[in-house]
């Protein structure tokens, strides 16, 4: 029997217009990114009519998870995310202090992903790939035909590697070994920005360069 398409929503959140994407199947749902605006969230949510199964984060950076704590009490679901994010934790707390930003605790994996997993949700599957570079634990999450690519590769860009734990070889690699190996009609919903394709990056991404 074909797999059912997913529902795929996208909530724009926070001061730095994160992606929040909410995934579901057959009655269950996945949140991607609970970035900020938890209220804004849970509606959504509610409106979908979902039990929510998990709670991923494509990496650990701040403006990705400011939603998370008070999302995960609404919502109460198994945090899964790469053990990469874990070495960057404390750097990123001492670094909020310093710019004076407020520090949302980051809440420990119930679950850590790693590349070839998969969860199962509703009627289909979501699988994992570690796409390391914006930050060591950085993962896309591949969901029929969908890939949800945080802040590794974005529409006509590519994620910072600027910031602890952050490698621009790596990040490359990730883009051209996990990502631009996919079908071209991948539809890409990165962590911030528009949705693009694996094809349109391939041909248009001024970052990338295959040779
Ligand atoms: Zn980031």
Redesign the pocket.
């Known amino acids: 029997m074909a797999k059912k398409k997913p529902q795929i929503e996208t909530l724009v959140v926070g001061p730095l217009m994160t992606n929040c994407y909410i995934i579901g199947s057959a009655g269950e749902g996945a949140v991607i990114d609970a970035a900020a605006e938890p209220d804004r969230i849970k509606k959504r949510i509610d409106s979908m009519d979902l039990e929510v199964r998990y709670h991923l984060l494509t990496?650990g950076?701040l403006?990705?998870r400011q939603g998370l704590n008070e999302l995960m009490e609404m919502y109460p679901a198994p945090l899964c995310y790469h053990e990469g994010e874990d070495e960057i934790r404390e750097g990123a707390k001492l670094r909020s202090a310093e710019f004076g930003l407020k520090w949302y605790e980051f809440p420990n994996a119930d679950k850590f992903l790693d590349d070839g997993d998969t969860l199962p949700l509703g009627d289909i599957e979501i699988q994992v790939l570690h796409t390391p570079g914006?930050?060591p634990g950085g993962l896309t999450f591949l969901i029929e035909g969908a890939a949800f690519t945080?802040?590794c590769l974005f529409a006509q860009g590519v994620?910072?590697t600027d910031?602890p734990g952050g490698d621009w070889d790596i990040l490359m690699k990730s883009i051209k070994k996990k990502l631009y190996v996919l079908d071209d009609d991948t539809v890409i919903y990165p962590?911030h920005g528009p949705v693009s394709t694996i094809g349109v990056e391939k041909d248009m991404n001024p970052f990338v360069r295959m040779l």
Request: proline share 0%; no cysteine.
């Open positions: 990496h950076h403006d990705h914006h930050s945080g802040d994620g910072r910031f962590g």
